[in-house]
């Protein structure tokens, strides 16, 4: 199946806000965390159906990622921050204390039966 | 240079007439910042709200705050820096090539136009989020738009403002400021406090497996931080002081529920501003304050005898 560099941009939801202070542990957080957001035409490129599972693959790990369509721009996908995307994120910091929370490259390809 | 010109959010209420959020998401993020501080209420220079003042967004994908914006501005990602930079020189009159400002997603006339508002404002704030400050560039697009806001002080009043994240961030670092002189990444293990981000900072101690032990206080760094720094978290001993169990708290030896401050235990919280709140609890928690545990903590560990050999320890130093 055919992957596809992406800009992955990482950020909070208000939803997230109201389901933390729910629980972590509760299925709607780990939902909220493991959803990717997508522009229609990126989706149809790869393929991916709303609600399908990708693998997200940065230069530093992977996770798997539940995809939606969204108002994102193209090439560009949005998720909330969570266990999922700490598994992408470098750890280096540049002497600033603070790692690349935002932006990276990452490879995103469609799961389908053959690849499970 | 260095430095921010700022104020608080009760001036931004009272005399803002021009409003820029820069990568930031108020509408999720921060959902009271519009109806509190900075858009809809009626301030002593602003008495009409909503229609005396402008907000201009930026940012790379059109968020939710855009609805609420009289201007969006989409910047291409990673491009904030240079975005600033030609600001910068449009504002100082110096020539700009409208290819060089291409490849940031806006135009010269975009730019141009920005400037202008920026300029004739009465009272202008550049609000930043996470968008700026944790991209590449990180630090130095913020010293880029921090610059930007003093500059803009040879034509009008405007300050700058961070968009702080989690409740009370802005408490650690004010403390950490007025206690040891620094904000955060202070190393304290030689008795005094020594500042260095990159070293010292929670990161990268915990990327390079320097620290043997962790107390994690009202923070959930098994869900935020990067894999490997969350790895040696599990490796060593690790306590967790939180009134709600974490993925942090899954991973510690020991979680120590506390009581939530604000609801049902007391305390101070800094606003975005810096400006301290006292908070008074509403309920009764059958959980001891953080305040209590550290404090507990604190005296067990003073009963102890010092670790350090016989003449080199605190105690030796005390004497003398």
Request: hydrophobic share 35%; glycine share 10%; charged share 20%.
């Amino acid at each position: 199946m055919a992957s596809k560099r992406f800009i992955m941009n990482a950020g909070r939801t208000s939803k997230q806000g109201q389901q933390i202070n729910v629980g972590k542990d509760h299925a709607e957080y780990q939902g909220i965390v493991s959803t990717l957001t997508m522009h229609p035409d990126d989706m149809k490129a790869l393929n991916i159906s709303p609600g399908a599972a990708v693998c997200v693959r940065s230069e530093y790990g992977e996770a798997v990622f539940q995809c939606k369509e969204g108002k994102v721009p193209a090439g560009m996908v949005f998720v909330p921050y969570g266990p999922p995307t700490c598994r992408l994120m470098g750890g280096g910091t540049e002497g600033t204390g603070m790692p690349t929370s935002k932006n990276w490259e990452v490879e995103i390809e469609p799961i389908t039966s053959e690849s499970k | 240079m260095g430095g921010k010109v700022t104020c608080t959010l009760g001036e931004v209420k009272n005399r803002a007439d021009l409003i820029v959020y820069w990568g930031g998401n108020p509408a999720e993020c921060h959902p009271r910042h519009f109806t509190k501080y900075t858009l809809t209420q009626k301030g002593k220079f602003v008495p009409n709200g909503r229609k005396d003042r402008t907000m201009i967004l930026v940012d790379i994908r059109e968020t939710p705050s855009a609805k609420a914006a009289d201007l969006f501005l989409q910047v291409r990602p990673s491009k904030d820096f240079e975005v600033l930079t030609t600001l910068r020189a449009i504002i100082k009159g110096q020539r700009i090539h409208a290819e060089t400002v291409a490849e940031t997603g806006l135009t010269l006339e975009q730019l141009q136009d920005f400037a202008e508002r920026l300029k004739k404002a009465r009272f202008g704030v550049l609000f930043f989020g996470m968008g700026l400050s944790m991209t590449r560039g990180k630090h130095m697009n913020s010293a880029a738009l921090l610059a930007l806001a003093a500059e803009l002080n040879a034509f009008t009043k405007f300050v700058a403002m961070p968009m702080r994240g989690h409740g009370n961030v802005t408490g650690g670092d004010v403390v950490m400021r007025w206690t040891t002189g620094y904000p955060f990444g202070v190393n304290l293990s030689r008795g005094y406090p020594r500042f260095n981000p990159g070293e010292f900072s929670t990161v990268d101690l915990l990327l390079r497996g320097d620290n043997d032990a962790a107390l994690i206080l009202g923070a959930d760094p098994g869900a935020t931080m990067p894999q490997p720094a969350i790895d040696h978290l599990a490796r060593i001993p690790t306590i967790v002081l939180d009134p709600k169990v974490t993925h942090t708290s899954r991973l510690a030896r020991v979680h120590i529920t506390t009581a939530a401050t604000g609801i049902s235990a007391p305390g101070t919280v800094y606003r975005m501003d810096e400006i301290p709140l006292p908070l008074r609890p509403a309920l009764k928690s059958p959980y001891p304050t953080d305040e209590d545990v550290v404090r507990r903590i604190y005296q067990a560990v003073a009963k102890k005898p010092a670790w350090l050999p016989a003449g080199k320890g605190r105690r030796n130093t005390e004497a003398n």
